[in-house]
């Protein structure tokens, strides 16, 4: 009986000594990743902070609204570092989740294969994202000068209404690329679009018909006779 | 002369010319006629030029040339049939072969009121330059007040006091032009030294030595220059490069394109973005320069100015009043914080009361420039936001003056001009250190 328990506890011993030599390696494999991916998003953070410097891209996001968009949004890093930071954590991840992977356990086996599958979603998303935020601020700052040098009464909200426009179809846009929630994200977007179209039309039809034609009367009653001020 | 780039962009336009007139090899004069569906005025223009050339330059050697841009009323056939046998004739298309449209004509369309003018323009040059004519005389073909003396008041300085350029200053009425009077002019004798009325259109004298210059040089006409109509630089590139320039005092002007209210934020940023880019590539010119000097002029002395129609001023100072509202955040970035203070008062005033004073208005239109220069926003936007300053300074100096002597916007528009002068060490400053 004694011989057997000492037989079983020297085993499990064995076992366990055995499964750690074994996992050891792993264990390393995974600390020097982890090692390897702080390093490599240090340094790649440090290129692009740089990088950004050189060109100037700064100034480039100030002109082209990007700065004051974030800053709006209560973001009042410099967008450089913020890229810098997001490299580095993008860096670091990969580093990261390639060490879960080395681990090799059963239930994070598919874990990288599956992340490298859904990155080209989230750096086209990411850039659409962008792309958006710029395309709103342009679009609206066109439009908002565009109004108040028409003396367009409410032309901030003409151009407020076109920027977030641009910005809803972006998230749109965004969570369709990512794959969330796609049948809900298209059937909201038409329906909330469709929906606002309608109202505006029932709204001019119903309510502001009469308003509408006078505004349209003025107006051109304003272009017969207005100031005969010729400016060049 | 580099040969083998005025062959490329001259050849189209020249084999049209030596098609049509074989035997013309060399002239003293080029008067050239640029024109677009002009037929309703077309043929008494020529028939003026005709008889102007007969009066003052009956010995000369001269060559008409009308560079038709795709007229569909038969424009090119009415000169031919004006002109006849009288003097050598070419109608040429500039658009044709060789040269093609710019992307961005239709942008420079309803500013200069004629599509693809600058090609004309450019033909006009090349001409000028394989015939090694002295001058050429560019007359618009929509102007109906042309007069027969114009050609000789354009053309003299050139053929006979050594003038590179003649530029056209008109009789106008009271508040007309005031873009160029309050800004453009302003601007341009401040920056180069040279008091010149910055007038445009009807009609421009140029010497061969010049017109070789302007066809030569690539930044005048590609990247970013391509988006500013031609009349908007053709003033400020021959000052700024130290050409001799003589203004002619050409009397009225009677256009059928005329520039409309409607148009000034358009007609702003190209008048004025035109300006500000130039100030770019003249940086080394306009910062060593100081004071300015009179250029010489040549044609009757012009009467006071014509009382002016109806002015709404009360649309102009709320359309200040609403940039002021809704482009602070943009006026923000652009204005310096004393000058944006400065704006900010203005908005105070009672509508009778409002003024702006034109130290204010030289530091605006400088504070635009440094930021056009460093562009802290899309340049277009910038352009454009600064038209509600100006429909304040104008509505202001129509304010200031209703009640004056005749001759009281000139002199208010005189010290507009000191004032840019006054303040450039201001500019300077910026431009520099911003």
């Known amino acids: ?232 | 002369m580099n040969a083998s780039r005025e062959s490329v962009m001259g050849e189209p336009v020249w084999e049209q010319v030596q098609q049509q007139c074989p035997d013309v090899h060399k002239v003293d004069l080029l008067v050239a006629l640029p024109s677009f569906n002009q037929s309703s005025t077309i043929e008494s223009v020529m028939k003026t030029i005709l008889a102007g050339l007969n009066v003052s330059l009956a010995h000369s050697s001269i060559l008409i040339v009308n560079a038709d841009v795709g007229s569909q009323d038969g424009t090119p056939e009415i000169v031919k049939r004006v002109v006849g046998s009288l003097l050598p004739l070419a109608v040429v298309q500039p658009l044709t072969e060789g040269i093609s449209a710019n992307p961005f004509a239709l942008n420079r369309l309803s500013y200069s009121g004629m599509p693809a003018r600058e090609e004309a323009f450019r033909s006009f040059f090349a001409i000028t330059e394989r015939l090694q004519a002295k001058a050429c005389v560019v007359i618009d073909a929509s102007v109906r007040s042309v007069a027969t003396d114009w050609i000789d008041l354009l053309a003299q300085p050139v053929l006979e006091e050594g003038a590179d350029y003649v530029a056209p200053v008109f009789r106008r009425q009271r508040y007309e032009g005031s873009l160029t009077n309050n800004l453009i002019a302003p601007l341009t004798r401040s920056l180069y030294g040279k008091r010149v009325a910055c007038q445009i259109g009807g009609g421009y004298g140029f010497s061969g030595r010049l017109a070789s210059f302007y066809l030569e040089k690539d930044f005048l006409w590609e990247k970013d220059a391509a988006r500013f109509a031609i009349d908007s630089w053709l003033t400020t590139v021959a000052v700024a490069e130290g050409y001799q320039v003589w203004q002619a005092r050409l009397g009225s002007k009677t256009q059928d394109t005329k520039a409309s209210a409607v148009d000034v934020s358009m007609m702003l940023a190209q008048a004025v973005g035109a300006s500000y880019h130039y100030m770019e590539r003249y940086q080394d010119v306009w910062e060593k320069q100081s004071g300015s000097s009179a250029v010489p002029e040549i044609g009757k002395p012009i009467d006071a100015e014509v009382e002016s129609g109806p002015i709404n001023v009360e649309r102009m100072v709320k359309g200040f009043r609403q940039g002021l509202r809704d482009l602070l955040p943009i006026w923000e970035i652009i204005l310096a914080p004393e000058t944006l203070a400065g704006v900010l008062t203005l908005g105070l005033r009672d509508d009778e009361d409002f003024r702006f004073p034109l130290t204010l208005w030289a530091q605006t239109v400088y504070d635009f420039a440094v930021a056009y220069h460093e562009k802290v926003i899309h340049r277009e936007h910038l352009l454009k936001s600064l038209t509600p300053l100006y429909l304040g300074r104008t509505a202001s100096l129509v304010l200031e003056t209703k009640d004056g002597s005749p001759d009281v916007v000139r002199q208010t528009v005189e010290q507009g001009c000191q004032a840019f002068e006054a303040l450039k060490p201001y500019l300077v400053e910026r431009w520099r250190f911003q």
């Open chain 1, 1 to 232: 009986m004694s011989e057997m328990w000492q037989e079983a506890m020297v085993e499990a011993f064995r076992e366990m000594m055995r499964r750690g030599v074994l996992f050891l390696p792993r264990l390393m494999a995974m600390v020097t990743f982890l090692l390897l991916g702080l390093a490599m998003g240090w340094l790649v953070k440090l290129l692009l902070v740089r990088i950004f410097s050189a060109v100037r891209f700064e100034a480039l996001c100030e002109r082209m609204g990007l700065t004051p968009a974030l800053a709006k949004a209560g973001v009042k890093q410099p967008i450089s570092h913020l890229i810098g930071r997001l490299s580095f954590w993008i860096v670091f991840l990969f580093f990261a989740f390639m060490g879960v992977d080395a681990l090799d356990f059963p239930a994070t086996a598919n874990l990288m294969s599956a992340i490298l599958g859904f990155l080209p979603d989230v750096v086209a998303a990411i850039l659409v994202a962008l792309f958006g935020i710029l395309l709103a601020n342009f679009t609206g700052e066109a439009v908002l000068i565009a109004a108040v040098n028409a003396q367009v009464q409410g032309a901030r909200l003409i151009a407020n209404m076109v920027r977030w426009g641009v910005v809803i179809f972006t998230g749109a846009m965004v969570l369709t690329q990512l794959g969330i929630a796609k049948e809900i994200v298209v059937a909201g977007f038409s329906i909330i679009f469709g929906g606002i179209v309608l109202a505006m039309a029932i709204a001019l039809g119903l309510g502001g018909r009469t308003i509408a034609k006078e505004a349209l009367e003025r107006r051109l009653r304003r272009e017969k006779t207005d100031d005969e001020l010729t400016h060049i």
